[in-house]
């Protein structure tokens, strides 16, 4: 599905966007590479978030490899020496998966990862940031920091802790092994495991249903789970409950009762 648009210097865009009303696409495309993340495309998730986070026709995001080989295989380390070359590049490099994985999970509509192929290190950082995981058996996942020498984010980290516990998260990490997705699935790292064949069709329906529902309920159900694992002195309380007080005082609300009322679908407009 996915489209061949070129960048300037004639390669395949590494990160495409795709609306189809009410879903909208964010397709890895680096193939080549099993979508290896690279500088570009950590800038592009951020880029791609906020267009279709912008758009009233989207109501749900699904990210997605361009082809079933591959989620993300991890970061693009080929870049490593030529884009870490001096202090301002490293901290440029270092705080693109932050700035990613932060529009993922402040992204005010859901966002669906749609996990094939492989899922390994900062694959599984931004299947993290996503609200919905749902993988293809025959899946591999890990995190092989381990055995590169590198640290693993403290943000990825309290991910894994918060998504599959501290146990499975120390596992995980120090093992650097690689696990399939049947036990991805156990732990609760993969919200639902499907066969191969019928995962794109399995994932619209269900992106379907929930584009269905409000989207400002939507909204404030995802900020109020994001805000509730912080820290007590941490959350925005304030915030919640001007979202909770806008949905009660929405159309929305009004078309749902009264939908619920006369026994129909409700036709919500977000509003």
């Known amino acids: 599905m996915s489209e061949q648009v070129k960048t300037n210097a004639g ?5 495409l966007v795709r609306r189809e009303p009410p879903l909208g696409w964010l397709i890895l495309n680096r193939p080549q590479v099993r979508n290896a993340l690279n500088l570009r495309t950590w800038q592009l998730i951020v880029k791609g978030i906020a267009e279709l986070g912008g758009d009233p026709d989207v109501r749900v995001i699904i990210m997605r490899g361009a082809t079933p080989e591959a989620f993300i295989s991890g970061a693009d380390i080929s870049e490593f020496p030529s884009l870490r070359a001096n202090a301002e590049q490293a901290r440029i490099y270092r705080e693109a998966p932050g700035n990613a994985t932060s529009a993922l999970t402040n992204c005010p509509k859901p966002v669906i990862a749609m996990i094939a192929g492989i899922c390994i290190g900062g694959g599984l ?4 940031a996503c609200d919905i995981r749902i993988g293809a058996r025959g899946t591999r996942l890990g995190v092989p920091a381990a055995r590169l020498g590198l640290a693993y984010p403290l943000e990825g980290a309290m991910s894994l802790v ?3 516990g501290a146990a499975n998260a120390r596992d995980i990490l120090m093992s650097a092994r690689i696990f399939d997705a049947e036990e991805a699935y156990a732990m609760g790292l993969l919200n639902k495991l499907v066969e191969p064949a019928e995962l794109e069709d399995y994932v619209r329906q269900y992106a379907a249903r929930m584009a269905s529902n409000a989207p400002l309920t939507m909204a404030a159900a995802k900020a109020a789970i994001r805000e509730g694992l912080k820290d007590g002195a941490e959350r925005d309380l304030k915030a ?3 979202m909770i007080t806008r949905c009660f005082d929405s159309d929305d609300y009004r078309e749902g009762v009264c939908a619920f009322l006369e026994k129909r679908p409700p036709r919500f407009a977000g509003r």
């Open 125 to 128: 950082q931004v299947a993290l």
């Open 240 to 242: 919640i409950a001007e």
């Open 162 to 164: 918060q998504v599959c």
């Open 11 to 15: 390669e395949p865009e590494p990160l």
